[in-house]
């Protein structure tokens, strides 16, 4: 029988831990047939009052989902969102459409809701503004809801008789945020990101989730047994008894290494040999900052900040870079933040304008600083934001995808150009705020000996070295195997750069997928890196590792690794010695 | 004249249309000779008056005033937005 046996999916973590138990499965997909039927003028009141009941439901349910998230701070932003869907509910001219459809053509209120659901699809189709069209995933989110109220499959609450894993096509944050702890075990959906709104509420109700799963709800039966892993992002249907008590054990593994390492999180992480090597975090929304804090970390090593540009036509304004800037510095006061300026293409936001044609090749395009030298005023808009911010606490600017000298020159003298008017205002800010680049393209990784006379610091960023270097795109299914993080060139060019800046008298850090790494960590720290900053997740373990290591002996395998021909070498070469000197590391 | 940066989009809509549902006045909002309902979050959304974008607001009935009043002066303040 098909659904005993054992499957395995893998789909992106969105929320850390594990759960095991047995699935139901929520259908929040469409509902594509819907009873349509003449009506009697006899009837009419009634579908009038059984589709304002709907409305009354629907409205109580998204209430109910505002005052839910109302009790968790710092997602502020996602209750505006289902307060606009609350708005949408009680729309006058939704509500009169529906009323007239009824009487007029005497059809059932599901029949009338639906032409009335169209008539607002088609008129969203012609608005030329990709934003404001962007936003019929709204309407439809209402319109699914009251649908499903009036048909009577209510998805907005759900009702478990035990602890359960729900699986669903996909979780509004509306629907997130009406998960009962006290009865869901976790989450597994076909559609989202590691980012989504959904994503981020599931993290802060610490409940495990993976998303992304692309056909969990085809795949995956009401009441089967399931291991969801949202540390790894796997899920496992139908699992052997073996499988379940292995993973009983990682889960309580997981737990208590998490309470030991999170007791631990805030000690500082000093080597055998007596070095301090600071462990900061990444930061992707401002509203995550005091959990990435509570994780240990000592500073923000990378805020990026696409976020204010995404979902947007024009750019952000110097006061919404301001707030979201000062109060991430405020917060992580006395320690540093390390604000990235943009390091997208104008593409994300700009979908409007007709100048900027398709680009063949985006990553190797105009994005980041090649964007923003180019925009200077949405350049400059961003440095008086973050300069304006730097007062408050202690913070450093970041230039992503530096190629060569001449764009930190210009970027430095566009800085300048910034504190000048800044000055001349009487506005404060940091004077000697500390200016650093990213070494990310592999030439600027080459010339690093120049560059370093140039900035205060340097983070490598290893994702898109890796790439670059490798000449491989990851998302590409035939060449990611190609991605090696050990390869030979990859390891020459990360020891380049940190002698490079240590012969400059500056720091470096790295803040890539490989700075999180535990495997990474020995080689890392043989090779002089001074600061790590990695996500949220894998804050305590890295500063837990690095309390476990001699960097005296690390440097003194080092120089055996660049006899080392492939990156399969490096890694045996790594495993043994950690075996040999360090077995708990690898373990 | 729509101030804030995004334009009218749905956060703006929504406290559009809840302020004007606040009203008793029948309350209609031109834009480009199309008049939509003031009071109605999608209808709104539907002009998609941009930043910059002019749009007339005219309101009948008992507190008509008041409503245009109100109801400008959130447009004025670019919805609360830039301080």
């Given amino acids: 029988m098909s659904s005993e046996q054992i499957h395995i999916m893998q789909g992106i973590p969105a929320s850390a831990g594990i759960a095991i138990g047995h699935a139901v499965i929520i259908d929040t997909r469409k509902i594509e047939r819907y009873p349509k039927i003449r009506i009697t003028e006899e009837i009419i009141e009634d579908e009038i009052t059984r589709f304002d009941k709907a409305v009354e439901i629907s409205c109580t349910q998204v209430n109910n989902a505002i005052k839910k998230l109302g009790s968790h701070t710092g997602i502020r932003e996602h209750s505006l969102i289902l307060e606009s869907h609350l708005m949408m509910l009680k729309d006058p001219s939704l509500l009169e459409r529906v009323n007239t459809l009824i009487r007029s053509r005497l059809i059932n209120a599901e029949w009338a809701l639906k032409v009335s659901l169209q008539e607002i699809e088609i008129s969203f189709e012609s608005i030329e503004d990709e934003y404001i069209k962007s936003r019929v995933a709204d309407t439809s989110f209402v319109g699914e809801r009251l649908m499903r109220n009036l048909v009577g499959k209510e998805a907005g609450s759900f009702h478990l008789h035990e602890k359960s894993i729900v699986v669903a096509h996909d979780l509004s944050p509306a629907d997130t945020a009406m998960l009962n702890k006290d009865k869901v075990l976790g989450f597994a959906t076909d559609m989202g990101g590691r980012t989504s709104h959904t994503a981020i509420i599931a993290h802060s109700l610490e409940m495990p989730a993976v998303v992304g799963l692309e056909k969990a709800t085809l795949a995956i039966n009401p009441g089967d047994r399931l291991i969801l892993d949202g540390i790894t992002g796997t899920l496992i249907i139908n699992p052997s008894d073996p499988q379940v008590e292995e993973y009983r054990q990682r889960t309580e593994a997981y737990l208590s290494l998490e309470n030991r390492l999170r007791e631990r999180a805030k000690l500082p992480a000093i080597t055998k040999d007596n070095k301090t090597i600071k462990v900061k975090g990444n930061l992707e929304f401002k509203e995550e900052v005091n959990s990435v804090l509570e994780h240990g970390a000592e500073g923000i090593g990378l805020y990026r900040t696409e976020f204010l540009y995404l979902n947007r036509r024009i750019p952000p304004s110097e006061e919404d870079h301001f707030e979201a800037y000062k109060s991430v510095i405020e917060a992580v006061s006395p320690f540093n933040t390390t604000i990235r300026t943009l390091d997208v293409g104008g593409d994300k936001f700009h979908a409007s304008r007709k100048e900027i044609t398709k680009e063949a090749n985006p990553a190797l395009g105009l994005r980041a600083i090649r964007f923003c030298l180019k925009e200077t005023q949405i350049f400059k808009t961003q440095l008086r934001g973050i300069l304006r911010a730097s007062h408050y606490g202690r913070a450093s600017i970041m230039f992503p995808m530096i190629s060569g000298m001449e764009e930190i020159l210009r970027a430095k003298e566009i800085l300048e150009e910034v504190k000048q008017e800044l000055s001349k205002e009487g506005i404060p800010f940091d004077k000697e705020i500390p200016v650093g680049i990213m070494i990310e393209i592999p030439s600027a990784a080459i010339i690093a000996d120049l560059l370093a006379k140039e900035v205060d610091f340097f983070s490598i960023g290893t994702n898109d070295l890796i790439q670059y270097s490798l000449a491989i795109d990851r998302g590409n299914e035939y060449v990611n195997y190609l991605y090696e993080p050990l390869h030979p060139s990859v390891l020459r060019l990360i020891k380049h750069t940190i002698d490079a800046g240590h012969s400059q008298g500056i720091e470096v850090a790295m803040c890539g997928e490989m700075a999180g790494r535990e495997i990474y960590t020995p080689i890392l720290l043989g090779l002089g890196i001074d600061i790590l900053s990695t996500n949220i997740f894998a804050l305590p373990h890295i500063k837990e590792i690095i309390r476990k290591i001699n960097i005296s002996k690390c440097s003194s395998i080092i120089d055996h690794l660049f006899y080392l021909k492939t990156a399969k070498e490096v890694y045996d070469f790594m495993h043994n010695e950690l075996e040999k000197h360090a077995p708990d590391i690898i373990r | ?83």
């Fill in chain 2, 1 to 83: 004249m729509i101030k804030n940066e995004l334009g009218l989009h749905a956060r703006a809509a929504a406290m559009f249309a809840k302020k004007a549902s606040g009203f008793s006045s029948n309350i209609r909002v031109t834009k480009d000779h199309t008049p939509v309902d003031a009071k109605s979050i999608m209808e709104l959304l539907t002009i998609a008056a941009a930043r910059g974008s002019k749009i007339t607001i005219s309101a009948n009935g008992m507190d008509e005033k008041e409503a245009i009043r109100s109801l400008v002066s959130l447009v004025n303040n670019g919805f609360g937005e830039d301080k």
